[in-house]
């Protein structure tokens, strides 16, 4: 047997906290604390109350304010937590304790309420552009937003193709990825936007664009942008009109708000179905190379690696550092220029070293993975729980995390999209 309690309100409609409902407000209450209660709301058909008033749902009288009772089960430990918000919101009713014999607590787990709407957590007013804005307008406009997309809208603000990062190096020639411009001094950084030229957003956007209402159901939302491999869709009204932009963000970011503390339920041995852990979802492609690998190697791997950037680990896979382009932008910052180059693949010969009379490819075999790798590093368990390795990543702001296990060896890397294709699946 497991130690519960039985809360018990009797109050009535009429009865208010903060201006609400009593019944919605103990609800929400409830909800916002995370823990393993139930809460069951009931209305009476007919009731009397102290003060002598009789309430009916009979049609020759007329019915109002009639009896509500609210009943909450939960673990023992969780009662006095609980009680000391409740006897604050109930001023008008009566709270009642009961032990409760319970044999078996079991949940199935979700990743956010199934009656969560697209419109309940997309990103409103959402920035835009029109097919005749230019690359260079909107590659400025992308470089000041959080994202790496953004939707075309016609006249009537109807979303007609979507503009990403890929379009733009893709079919627009932008020689480098967003974050690697964000890098970069003012002056190479307009240089290498002002390369697209006076081309256009038609020129380049992606249609069919693939939308979806705002009405919709959240979990038809996650199962839209899986099934069609997009990071972010843009959210119509019922004119058909740009209402919101939904991406990866804030579907995570609902996860941090809505997801109950599992470890926790699990301590209360309370049975949790379909708890999946990071090892279930983590990329064991991962590109691995030693502190003495060469830079040229290493830029090597990083170019045909979609995760862009390599683990750097020791004799016994143990992970020492992580190596991206940033990282050796930053090292190489007097000669940035030429390691653009060699990331873009612009087939032109460096400038000469006038210090060191030497290509920048010479001084890569001189130089290994050591001198120019972050350890500084945010890493996570491979047994944590996906909703623990979501709020990480959303509070630090990162998109991929490598994973380690309990001895500190490398085992791979977990990226949003992994988060969103493999850790949702048939979980709503």
Not at 56 to 85: K, Q, W
Not at 235 to 260: C, H, K, N, Y
Request: proline share 4%.
């Amino acid at each position: 047997m497991v130690n519960y309690k039985a809360i018990e309100i009797f109050t009535s409609e009429e009865a208010r906290y903060l201006k609400k409902p009593l019944s919605d407000a103990v609800m929400q209450y409830i909800k916002e604390l995370k823990i393993a209660a139930r809460c069951i709301i009931t209305r009476g058909v007919a009731g009397c109350y102290e003060n002598g008033e009789l309430t009916t749902t009979r049609l020759e009288i007329l019915s109002f304010n009639l009896p509500v009772r609210i009943y909450i089960i939960l673990p023992e430990a969780e009662t006095d937590r609980v009680l000391n918000g409740l006897n604050e919101m109930v001023t008008d009713g009566i709270i009642a304790l009961h032990d409760l014999s319970v044999i078996s607590h079991r949940t199935c787990k979700s990743f956010f309420p199934r009656q969560l709407l697209v419109r309940d957590v997309m990103t409103n007013n959402p920035k835009y552009i029109t097919a005749n804005t230019t690359l260079s307008d909107t590659t400025r406009l992308l470089l000041s937003c959080l994202f790496t997309g953004l939707p075309v809208i016609d006249d009537q603000k109807r979303p007609i193709g979507m503009v990403t990062q890929g379009d733009l190096i893709y079919k627009g020639g932008l020689p480098l990825r967003l974050g690697l411009l964000k890098e970069s001094d003012n002056d190479s950084r307009e240089s290498l936007i002002n390369q697209l030229g006076s081309r256009y957003v038609s020129e380049v956007m992606t249609t069919p664009v693939i939308t979806i209402s705002e009405n919709k159901k959240l979990a038809d939302a996650v199962e839209l942008m899986e099934e069609k491999g997009v990071k972010r869709l843009p959210v119509t009204d019922a004119q058909g009109s740009l209402a919101g932009m939904l991406s990866r963000i804030d579907i995570f970011r609902t996860v941090m708000r809505e997801a109950p503390d599992w470890n926790a339920f699990k301590a209360q041995k309370i049975e949790v179905k379909h708890l999946k852990q990071v090892k279930d979802i983590l990329r064991r492609d991962t590109q691995t190379v030693f502190p003495e690998t060469t830079l040229d190697e290493v830029i090597r791997i990083i170019d045909r690696n979609d995760i862009q950037r390599v683990a750097v680990i020791d004799g016994n896979e143990k992970l020492v550092g992580l190596i991206s382009d940033r990282d050796l932008l930053r090292y190489f910052r007097p000669d940035r220029e030429k390691v653009w180059h060699l990331f873009t693949k612009i087939k032109r010969p460096f400038k000469s070293d006038a210090d060191r009379q030497e290509t920048l490819q010479q001084r890569l075999i001189k130089i290994t993975a050591e001198a120019v790798m972050t350890t500084t590093l945010i890493t996570v368990d491979e047994e944590m729980l996906i909703e623990d390795a979501i709020r990480l990543m959303v509070e630090k702001g990162l998109k991929r995390l490598p994973v380690v296990n309990a001895e500190g060896r490398f085992k791979g890397m977990i990226s949003r999209d992994s988060l969103l294709r493999t850790g949702f699946c048939n979980l709503n």
